[in-house]
Structure formats: C-alpha cells, structure tokens
C-alpha cells in the first residue's frame, strides 16, 4: 500500500485513496471466487492469477496496471470482461461510464521507478516473473515516449506528464 486508506477481507479491498500492489499469483485463486477492489465511485471483479497495481483517481475511479500474469476484469453492473495483461494500464471510470482506452506503459521503467514495486520487500518468484515480463515485452515496444500517465482528474480524460531528464534510457527513442 502506498498512502492508502483502505478496508479489506478475504476476498475484497476497499481502497479510498492511494495505491496498492495485489498479488495474486495462488493457484487456488483460479478456484476462488473473484477478488472484489473498490475506489470510491467503482467496484471492480478481479478474476485471474497475477500481480497488478490499482490507484485511485481524483474523480473517483481507478487506474489499473498489469504487471504479471493475466486478468479479467469487469465492474459490478456489467455483463462482459475486460482484459488486462503485463505492461497494460485501464482507467476505470466512475458513475457507471465503464472502462477507458487501453494504454501500454514499458514495463522496464515502470517497474525501476514505481514506488510500491521496489520500495518493498518481495520474494525471489516475483522478481523473477518481473524481469521474465519485461524482457518479453522489450522487442515489442517499437516507439517510446518520454511521459508518464499521471491523474483522472474528471470521468474521461487522464494527464500525460513528461518525464524529467534525469531518467534515462539507452532504448529510448526520440519522436
């Protein structure tokens, strides 16, 4: 968790502010019921064997991050699935407006820069399925940019930030 306010059971979180990492690379879980993750105006069913990372947004909704494995996600109020596989992000949006695009993120600089990823003690199989994901994803990123996603300050829209010129990258390519 990352300056989260939270609630959990078993088989939920009830996340109000910040971010959490949720690990969920079990295989019992493909038996269990689905994992329920809220924020303030979503709730989503989380079904899958994996790791992703959820932030809550200012306006309500949810961003979510695959980093491992693979996901079906749906909200409550649905009927169909949406995917989420390594080095995807989705906004989810509140009051009921379903999904957002999907945006591909590079999964090396996420994973070397994000917080709840290497601020945290985590076991060796986990390191080991992060550096298996990114190196599978690196010969199929063919444009990157220098920006990260940041906030969903209203339902539809997100920002773009860019990226400082401290980080660098040797595969990074100029537009």
């Given amino acids: 968790m990352e300056d989260a306010t939270f609630a ?3 088989d939920a979180l ?3 502010s910040g971010a959490c990492l949720l690990d969920q690379r079990d ?3 493909l038996r269990a019921n689905p994992f329920l993750l809220s924020a303030p105006e979503v709730v989503v069913e989380c079904h899958g064997r994996g790791t992703f990372i959820a932030e809550v947004q200012t306006s309500g909704g949810m961003k979510v991050i695959g980093l491992t494995g693979s996901f079906k996600l749906r909200l409550a109020d649905e009927e ?3 995917e989420l596989r390594p080095g995807e992000l989705r906004f989810v949006k509140p009051y009921g407006r379903g999904f957002g695009d999907l945006v591909h993120l590079n999964l090396e600089t996420l994973i070397s820069t994000a ?3 290497h601020e945290f003690p ?3 199989s986990l390191e080991t399925e992060l550096a298996k994901v990114t190196l599978e994803q690196i010969p199929l990123v063919t444009k990157r940019y220098r920006a990260r996603v940041g906030d969903s300050r209203t339902p539809e829209t997100f920002e773009l930030k860019p990226l400082p010129k401290s980080i ?4 990074w390519n100029t537009p």
């Fill in 27 to 29: 295989k019992k879980v």
């Fill in 122 to 124: 985590r076991d060796l």
């Fill in 168 to 171: 660098r990258n040797t595969h």
């Fill in 80 to 82: 169909t699935f949406t």
């Fill in 115 to 117: 917080a709840l990823i």
């Fill in 14 to 16: 009830f996340l109000w």
């Fill in 8 to 10: 959990s059971r078993a």
